[in-house]
């Protein structure tokens, strides 16, 4: 049982392997603009189509990440994120309490847009600042590609949302797949098509996730998807304590 609850799951330790990999991104992407910053001309105008640059590889990674999201694979890709999908549901076998699922809906909905709004006061501080001339192009996409370290690190670590959310882990989080929206949001400062192909890819999962929380609402809610529920859970994504609240439960 000890050795149960330290083992790493195969889908946390490949998420881990992300991060490691959105970390190395990160540096990357600091050192290319201390010792060329002209590598990031592309992310401006349609400068995209003159010259290649390392960030053609990193917008081509960001588009192949929000692809995945839009199709039912289950290559440790987190339930959380591909609870949309009628393939991987699992009703359950009792009648499920609609009333209550509305009511959880309706809750998690509110905390969502509370999310929303705090993240696009984020994102006008960022673009206001950038218009101003405070900050550059170069600054603006290291911007997102910090937040792509950070969408890991709530996955992993610890997630500030989550205090909003009220939720118990990512498995069950009703903002899962928002996180590329919230990622490239800040850049629609630059207008360019670098910065617009992104936003937009991301708009689309972000209104794919929330047209299927209204027409398919049982999918998020573990008491009425088997899949979403602690004692169902294969990721095993959770944080120290998420372990411990599971470890509780079992015992009562």
């Known amino acids: 049982m000890q050795n149960d609850s330290i083992r790493i799951s195969k889908t946390r330790g490949m998420y881990f392997l992300r991060l490691i990999g959105r970390i190395v991104v990160f540096v990357i992407a600091v050192l290319i603009y201390i010792f ?3 590598k990031f001309n592309i992310v401006e105008g349609f400068s995209f189509f003159k010259n290649f640059s390392p960030l053609h590889l990193l917008w081509g990674i960001w ?3 929000m692809i995945l999201q839009l199709i039912p694979v289950r290559a440790h890709i987190s ?5 949309v999908f009628e393939s991987l549901f699992r009703p359950i076998k009792e ?3 609609y009333k209550n699922l509305k009511q959880y809906i309706k809750d998690t909905t509110s905390s969502a847009y509370k999310v929303m709004i705090i993240w696009v006061l984020l994102t ?7 218009i101003a001339g405070v900050i550059d192009s170069g600054i603006m996409i290291l911007i997102a590609v910090f937040f792509y370290v950070c ?3 709530c996955v992993l670590v610890w997630c500030p949302f989550r205090l909003i959310m009220g939720n118990k882990c990512c498995t069950t989080c009703r903002i899962f797949n928002w996180d590329h929206l919230m990622m490239f949001l800040p850049i629609v400062a630059l207008n360019s098509f670098y910065s617009w192909s992104l936003v937009i890819f991301a708009f689309i999962i972000w209104l794919v996730w929330e047209i299927c929380v209204l027409i398919y609402p049982e999918r998020f809610w573990e008491n009425s998807n088997m899949a979403l529920k602690c004692s169902e859970c294969t990721d095993k994504l959770c944080t120290q304590y998420c372990r411990k609240l599971r470890a509780k439960n079992k015992n009562v």
């Open 36 to 38: 060329d910053k002209t």
């Open 63 to 65: 588009i192949w990440d």
């Open 79 to 83: 339930i959380g994120s591909q609870k």
């Open 95 to 97: 009648k499920v309490n």
């Open 124 to 130: 006008a501080i960022i673009g206001a600042a950038h």
């Open 151 to 153: 969408d890991l690190i």
